[in-house]
């Protein structure tokens, strides 16, 4: 697929996100429990076939309880009802399972639904930690683009003068050369724009909080193309264009968010 096709695609996606933070937090909402709802299918797709897969009892109620959690804190009642058919899932799942590998489909669950439903409630906490000011956006945007910024100097660096392998037990095409061109240039953008987002931030710490975030960045890349190598799958699904599915767009994303919103908040920037 042409540079071309992925970067149409690419534009599009950041557009309906730039459009949902404009409109406000239960757009965001809506647009990141979508994505999450189509991730969540692809994760459970990609295990079929396998000896065992995710026991959808407990991915689905527990991703939608952690998405709830952080979209709508306000709704205890919402929580309870999440939380208690999370519950009763892990009870289905562990009694109900069948003879063989039960527990192994709990935790296959559990992971799922913690990669797809508690990490993306950071950017919701992101969102609403920024404040006033458009800086809850401009926060969303930089979580943003240390992915993309990473992805794509990744994939052109290492595409053209990338020659030593890197993790190539789990990815064959990734390179050192194309992995550091993907740490150092959302590093530099980000770590500089972070303290015109938020001032309380001196520029050594924004320039750490950008490094440790990059590096997240690609753990979450290397963590998605691990699973796909252990099921045989080349791409998540098909939906974007150039990019393959869901989880192959925002795998990197899940991570950065959690990172940039707990180092902030361990700092104290917020």
Same mark, same amino acid.
Not at 218 to 243: M, W
Not at 247 to 253: A, K, N, Y
């Given at each position: 697929?042409?540079?071309?096709?992925?970067?149409?695609?690419? =534009?599009?996606?950041?557009?309906?996100?730039?459009?949902?933070?404009?409109?406000?937090?239960?757009?965001?909402?809506?647009?990141?429990?979508?994505?999450?709802?189509?991730?969540?299918?692809? +994760?459970?797709?990609?295990?079929?076939?396998?000896?065992?897969?995710?026991?959808? &009892?407990?991915?689905?109620?527990?991703?939608?309880?952690?998405?709830?959690? +952080?979209? +709508?804190?306000?709704?205890?009642?919402?929580?309870?009802?999440?939380?208690?058919?999370?519950?009763?899932?892990?009870?289905?799942?562990?009694?109900?399972?069948?003879?063989?590998?039960?527990?192994?489909?709990?935790?296959?669950?559990?992971?799922?639904?913690?990669?797809?439903?508690?990490?993306?409630?950071?950017?919701? %906490? %992101?969102?609403?930690?920024?404040?006033?000011?458009?800086?809850?956006?401009?926060?969303?945007?930089?979580? &943003?683009?240390?992915?993309?910024?990473?992805?794509?100097?990744? +994939? %052109?660096?290492?595409?053209?003068?990338?020659?030593?392998?890197?993790?190539?037990?789990?990815? #064959? *095409?990734?390179?050192?050369?194309?992995?550091?061109?993907?740490?150092?240039? #959302?590093?530099?953008?980000?770590?500089?724009?972070?303290?015109? =987002?938020?001032?309380?931030?001196?520029?050594?710490?924004?320039?750490?909080?950008?490094?440790?975030?990059?590096?997240?960045?690609? &753990?979450?890349?290397?963590?998605?193309?691990?699973? *796909?190598?252990?099921?045989?799958? *080349?791409?998540?699904?098909?939906?974007?264009?150039?990019?393959?599915?869901? %989880?192959?767009?925002?795998?990197?994303?899940?991570?950065?968010?959690?990172?940039?919103?707990?180092?902030?908040?361990?700092?104290?920037?917020?």
């Amino acid at each position: 697929m042409s540079l071309a096709v992925r970067s149409v695609s690419g =534009v599009a996606l950041v557009g309906a996100l730039v459009l949902a933070l404009f409109l406000g937090p239960s757009a965001l909402a809506v647009l990141v429990g979508g994505l999450m709802a189509i991730g969540i299918f692809e +994760y459970w797709q990609l295990w079929q076939g396998q000896p065992v897969g995710p026991s959808t &009892v407990v991915l689905v109620p527990l991703a939608g309880f952690w998405l709830m959690r +952080y979209a +709508y804190p306000a709704l205890p009642a919402a929580s309870i009802g999440l939380l208690a058919g999370s519950l009763l899932g892990l009870t289905v799942a562990l009694t109900h399972g069948g003879r063989h590998r039960s527990t192994a489909a709990w935790a296959l669950g559990f992971g799922g639904a913690a990669w797809l439903g508690y990490l993306p409630g950071y950017i919701l %906490l %992101l969102y609403q930690a920024g404040g006033p000011h458009g800086r809850g956006m401009a926060l969303v945007l930089l979580a &943003v683009g240390v992915s993309v910024i990473g992805d794509t100097t990744a +994939y %052109l660096v290492g595409s053209s003068v990338g020659r030593h392998p890197f993790m190539s037990r789990i990815s #064959p *095409k990734k390179t050192w050369e194309g992995a550091v061109a993907g740490w150092l240039a #959302p590093t530099l953008v980000t770590g500089a724009l972070l303290p015109v =987002v938020l001032p309380s931030v001196t520029l050594p710490l924004a320039f750490a909080i950008a490094a440790t975030a990059s590096a997240a960045a690609i &753990v979450g890349d290397l963590a998605e193309s691990q699973l *796909k190598r252990e099921v045989g799958a *080349k791409d998540s699904g098909r939906l974007i264009p150039g990019h393959g599915g869901v %989880l192959d767009r925002v795998d990197s994303l899940l991570f950065v968010a959690a990172v940039v919103y707990s180092l902030l908040g361990v700092a104290h920037a917020f």
